[in-house]
């Protein structure tokens, strides 16, 4: 099993940046593929950023890509999600996630944080 702890999140001015952290507890940590997604107010969930096990492979969904880096540190336990050029509309409650499997529908994770709140003004 999995517990996942999400971290630096927070109100920033659109252009600027923000590193999200997620701290991972268990052994198997890197058995697991990595993601993270986001929520906004009344909207579905939907995938942001994915890496794999061993951290070769990551992918991005369009809307971040270009503007975001996922990165994971298997001696900490740790996933990074660095995002800059922030828009307002990447507002949204960020979580991170772990699956046994290489799929990017949220349905497929099988352990989620709390998420983190990430809000950016126009």
């Known amino acids: 099993q999995v517990q996942l702890l999400e971290s630096g999140g927070g109100l920033v001015q659109a252009g600027g940046s923000l590193r999200l952290s997620c701290a991972a507890s268990?052994?198997?940590?890197?058995?697991?593929?990595m993601g993270w997604f986001r929520q906004a107010p009344g909207k579905e969930r939907e995938f942001v950023a994915a890496?794999?096990?061993?951290?070769?492979?990551?992918y991005y969904a369009d809307s971040v890509k270009g503007r975001s880096t996922i990165s994971r540190d298997n001696a900490k336990n740790m996933v990074v999600l660095q995002m800059n050029s922030l828009k307002p509309e990447d507002t949204a409650v960020y979580y991170c996630?772990?699956?046994?499997?290489?799929?990017?529908?949220?349905?497929?994770?099988?352990?989620w944080g709390q998420g983190t709140q990430v809000t950016v003004s126009s």
């Open positions: 996630a772990a699956a046994s499997v290489w799929r990017l529908d949220p349905k497929y994770f099988d352990y």
């Open positions: 268990g052994r198997t940590f890197t058995s697991y593929r």
């Open positions: 890496i794999s096990s061993s951290g070769d492979n990551t």
